[in-house]
T-cell receptor, first 111, second 111 residues
């Protein structure tokens, strides 16, 4: 079965600073990879996805992620944090039908 | 486009009772997946419905069952509720399974 590890359950950054959220996955075949964001009391919103095209994927709200097969990683970055980025972020992997989610990283943005 | 909708928003049940949650997929989507998200955890895959059949199931007991209707909407039923069933239940719809759109969820509290 697939597994997803998100290093750091809580990350704090200053407004305007770089955001880096880490995700590593286990997969025996090239996977589909996703980052979702969840605001309080809401469902999950897709930020970006990797589906074996370009290794650097750009998403919404200025986020991007790079697929590194050698490191089995798919870290999420944003050059400059905004207060509205404060939320829970989930990395997910899919080989076929089933999605496997990490345990999430809570991002706090300090003004 | 209304996106994925779920009802009810919140629900409180007593141990041993049964509950039915409902989901309407995004327009154009024919596949519905259900997830359980316990507090502080990532979503866990329950099952997926396609063409009114359960296509794949996660590691959940038979107390969890579902149904998909001809209009692609879906229900999740949970029998003999346990305290541990308290969670946010998320419905996700897709057309090709590789990009899932999530609803806002139903918060179930079992007392």
């Amino acid at each position: 079965a697939q597994s997803v590890t998100q290093l750091g359950s809580h990350v704090s950054v200053s407004e305007g600073a770089l955001v880096l959220l880490r995700c590593n996955y286990s997969s025996s075949v090239p996977p589909y990879l996703f980052w979702y964001v969840q605001y309080p009391n809401q469902g999950l919103q897709l930020l970006l996805k990797y589906t074996s095209a370009a290794t650097l994927v750009k998403g919404i709200n200025g986020f991007e992620a790079e697929f590194k097969k050698s490191e089995t990683s798919f870290h999420l970055t944003k050059p400059s944090a905004h207060m509205s980025d404060a939320a829970e972020y989930f990395c997910a992997v899919s080989e076929s039908i089933q999605f496997y989610f990490g345990t999430g990283t809570s991002l706090t943005v300090i003004p | 486009d209304a996106g994925v909708t779920q009802s009810p928003t919140h629900l409180i049940k007593t141990r041993g009772q049964q509950v039915t949650l409902r989901c309407s997929p995004k327009s154009g989507h024919d596949t519905v997946s259900w997830y359980q998200q316990a507090l502080g955890q990532g979503p866990q895959f329950i099952f997926q419905y396609y063409e009114e059949e359960e296509r794949q199931r996660g590691n959940f007991p038979d107390r969890f069952s579902g149904h998909q209707f001809p209009n692609y909407s879906s229900e999740l039923n949970v029998n003999a509720l346990l305290l541990g069933d308290s969670a946010l239940y998320l419905c996700a719809s897709s057309f090709d399974s590789y990009e899932q759109y999530f609803g806002p969820g139903t918060r179930l509290t079992v007392t």
